[in-house]
């Protein structure tokens, strides 16, 4: 189970934090991500970060200002959202998979909204 938290409104610029929490799997075995889907949209990827932490990848529109992390004692992964933008409202969602295009196990989401 991936239990995702942290979202929220929030002005243009500023900043949240999302973490998902995950139980009933091998946390270190999987590949972490996030992704979103934007109101009437497809969903997308935002950032992925491999069993180790030191493989990351990142959305062109998200490099700089948002960061992925882990912490594998803690069964929990995170993603630090700053200067954030109205295009970031979305659902964002955590997922767990062997890489970032294969994702198995899915939150349930988390709402960001960004006001401009």
């Known amino acids: 189970q991936l239990q995702a938290s942290g979202g929220g409104l929030v002005q243009a610029g500023g900043s949240l934090r999302l973490s998902c929490v995950v139980s009933?799997?091998?946390?270190?075995?999987?590949?972490m991500g996030w992704f979103r889907q934007p109101p009437g949209k497809e969903r997308e990827f935002v950032a992925s970060?491999?069993?180790?932490?030191?493989?990351?990848d990142y959305l062109e529109a998200a490099k700089g200002r948002f960061t992925i992390s882990r912490d594998n004692a803690k069964n929990t992964e995170y993603l630090q959202m700053n200067s954030l933008e109205p295009e970031d409202t979305a659902v964002y969602l955590c997922a767990a998979g062997p890489d970032r295009w294969n994702m198995k196990y899915w939150g349930q989401g988390t709402q960001v909204t960004v006001s401009s």
């Open positions: 009933g799997l091998r946390f270190n075995a999987y590949t």
């Open positions: 970060i491999s069993r180790s932490g030191h493989n990351i």
